[in-house]
T-cell receptor, first 110, second 115 residues
């Protein structure tokens, strides 16, 4: 059965303290791996799609990487406005549905 | 100019009632979805429609019935509400296969509380 596991569940960082979030997955025929950001009381907001092992994508202080079994979301010198829940999701090769992990709740303190 | 809008934002109702949640998107997308987010923040797909045609129908009780009058609207009707239906329901839309590049666009959610 397809599965997505994210770690850690929660992460507290000091402003400027870089770190990484992990997303491990098992899926038959990965079509794409997605990263979303979710703020309290809002819907998930699309960040990146990664398609193949070795691929990297960057957006401001965020950088996502992909291997055959996991993806990392690296946050460089985070700011308080980066505080949110970060969700990882995978899409199977022959379906249109996303299978989400339970997210990592990131808090960045000034 | 909200891209994906859901109404209502909050819904508190008694067990056994029937309720509907409405969703509209103005992005020109051809695929729409309903996702349920439980108290542990786990998002799970319920249904998807492509140009008014049901594509995905996960293992969801028959009390949940989606309706898509046109490709810009996808409503969710729930009969005989139960305590376990309490959750946040998200509507989303995408450009089908091009969701790879642009992702899904989610609404801001409807928090349903059954008492």
């Amino acid at each position: 059965e397809d599965q997505v596991t994210q770690s850690p569940e929660a992460l507290r960082l000091q402003e400027g303290e870089s770190s990484s979030l992990n997303c491990s997955y098992t899926v038959s025929g990965l079509r794409g791996l997605f990263w979303y950001r979710q703020d309290p009381g809002k819907g998930p907001e699309f960040l990146f799609t990664l398609y193949s092992a070795g691929e990297e994508k960057e957006k401001e202080r965020l950088k996502a990487t992909l291997t055959k079994k996991e993806s990392f979301l690296h946050i460089t010198a985070p700011k308080p406005e980066d505080s949110a829940t970060y969700l990882c999701a995978v899409q199977e090769g022959n379906t249109d549905k996303l299978i989400f992990g339970t997210g990592t709740r990131l808090q960045v303190f000034p | 100019d909200t891209a994906v809008s859901q109404t209502p934002k909050y819904l508190v109702t008694q067990m056994g009632n029937d309720k509907s949640i409405k969703c509209e998107q103005n992005l020109g997308h051809d695929t729409m979805y309903w996702y349920k987010q439980d108290s542990k923040k786990f998002l799970k797909i319920m249904f998807s429609y492509n140009n008014k045609e049901l594509i995905i129908n996960e293992t969801v009780p028959n009390r949940f019935s989606p309706k898509s009058p046109d490709k810009a609207h996808l409503n969710l009707h729930i009969n005989s509400l139960e305590l376990g239906d309490s959750a946040v329901y998200f509507c989303a839309s995408s450009l089908g296969d091009r969701a790879f590049f642009y992702g899904y666009t989610f609404g801001s959610g409807t928090r349903l509380t059954v008492v």
